[in-house]
């Protein structure tokens, strides 16, 4: 079964690193998102990201953020200089173009942890 | 802004007994909405989402929901709790012109007992 795949499964950081988060889509999907989840708190929608650019941000997604999809297969998340509030769980999620309502499907999640 | 609100951060049940998780979102249009389900070290899968379509929707794993305009609610059952039930489970929302873009209540964790 396709599936979204995700690594690293745990990065440890220190304050101030970049820090990159790689996600493989299910291959013939066009839609990608990211969430993330801080720990005893909501999952919360940072991206969404179709036709090489960003469709909608929220307003946690700052200039500190960026995404890309630099090939045909992968999408990264990129935080430019972290911070201690970026420690989090990050998920990525992608959909097919075929169906306007089609599933979000999530990969397993990267835990970040900035010291 | 579209949110969700879900009653109980934990909830135990009998395997065997009913389950309900209760969600109540706040939108003066009717959302799109959905269930998710966590295990244990693993992503989030969709049980199932209602989309306009019959207001009582099935998902998998014999869990289904239904969508009451009146109560802006969108409780999540399944008739007989099994052990592997045991997980963690989120409501979501999303605006008709934002598909993928979700808003995610705070979580439910079932615990199923023997």
């Known amino acids: 079964e396709p599936e979204v795949t995700q690594t690293p499964s745990h990065q440890v950081t220190q304050m101030g690193q970049e820090v990159i988060l790689r996600c493989v889509p299910i291959s013939n999907h066009l839609y990608f998102y990211w969430y993330r989840q801080i720990l005893g708190q909501k999952v919360e929608f940072l991206v969404s990201?179709?036709?090489?650019?960003?469709?909608?941000k929220s307003e946690i997604f700052d200039d500190q953020f960026s995404v890309e999809r630099p090939d045909g297969s992968n999408f990264t998340l990129k935080i430019r200089s972290t911070k201690l509030e970026d420690s989090a769980m990050y998920f990525c999620?992608?959909?097919?173009?075929?169906?306007?309502?089609?599933?979000?499907?999530f990969g397993e999640g990267s835990r970040l942890t900035v010291l | 802004a579209q949110s969700v609100t879900q009653l109980g951060s934990h909830v135990s049940v009998s395997e065997g007994a009913l389950v309900l998780l209760r969600c109540n979102y706040s939108s003066s249009v009717p959302p799109y909405l959905f269930w998710y389900v966590q295990y244990p070290n693993q992503g989030l899968q969709l049980l199932l989402k209602y989309t306009s379509a019959a207001t009582l929707v099935k998902g998998i794993n014999g869990f289904e929901a239904e969508f009451k305009k009146s109560e802006t609610s969108f409780h999540l059952t399944k008739p007989s709790a099994h052990m592997s039930d045991a997980a963690e489970y989120f409501c979501a929302v999303s605006d008709r012109g934002s598909w993928g873009k979700l808003q995610f209540g705070a979580g439910t964790q079932v615990v199923v007992t023997p």
């Open positions: 990201f179709y036709n090489n650019e960003i469709s909608e």
């Open positions: 999620a992608s959909r097919g173009g075929t169906n306007p309502t089609g599933e979000l499907f």
